[in-house]
């Protein structure tokens, strides 16, 4: 019977690719076969062995490439060809990256693997333009939620009513399509319309953009600057802040 090949399930940051772990680099430049997401940076897949096997299973809103059953079905078949393997998702794979869903199908079909974690959008992408998500006379805690769910009413967060109570700093991930609806209702759930927000595009990366704005405004400057996706949603005292260096 032949062995198994490991899978290194592997967060490739939030777009720059100097974000990368040094463990998640080591493990890219030995694997023998490359499974990424359309978010990891062109500049990673360089990393890996010239001969390794690539496969692109990309997926964006509106736009996947492959289901999660087949991926994860690819990556048990690779594991059964004898590949050491590396599973390479943006930001972290168990930070609305569905990663746990791929190590329960490793772990069911007994291949062997191994997580690395990476570094998330949520405090990632902030930090590059000068937001830290906590601070501690501005903001003590940090929420990251989905913008976009399955299960809620027209995809929203069955929890915004609470959200909207929080003092802390409101970080969405893939909510941009439903940010008319996000403002709304966290304004009619209580939430202060002076409330500071920000919108970031392709966060860390050399074009990145953003805006500021309050709760009531940040719609108007999105629209202004044409923002689009990939991009995070702060809200909350932390998101005036800029900690950028001159």
Known sequence: ???????ALVGAGPGDPGLITWKGLKRLRECQALVYDSLVCQRLL?????NCR??????RAGRHSMKQEEINQILIELSAQGLNTVRLKGG??????RGGEEAIALASACVPYEVIPGVTAATGAPM??????????VSRSVHLITGHTMEGKEGLPEQLPILAELSGTLVFYMGLNNLSAIVDALLKNGKRPDTPAALIESGTLPWQRWVRGRLDT??????KENIASPALIVIGPAASMDLRCG
Do not use: L
């Open 1 to 7: 019977m032949e062995k198994k090949g490991w899978i």
């Open 128 to 137: 590059a333009v000068g937001i830290p998500v906590t601070h501690r006379s």
């Open 46 to 50: 360089e990393e890996a062995p010239r």
């Open 218 to 223: 940040i719609e108007a400057e999105a629209e």
């Open 54 to 59: 690539k496969i692109y299973v990309g997926k």
């Open 92 to 97: 972290d794979p168990f930070v609305f990256g």
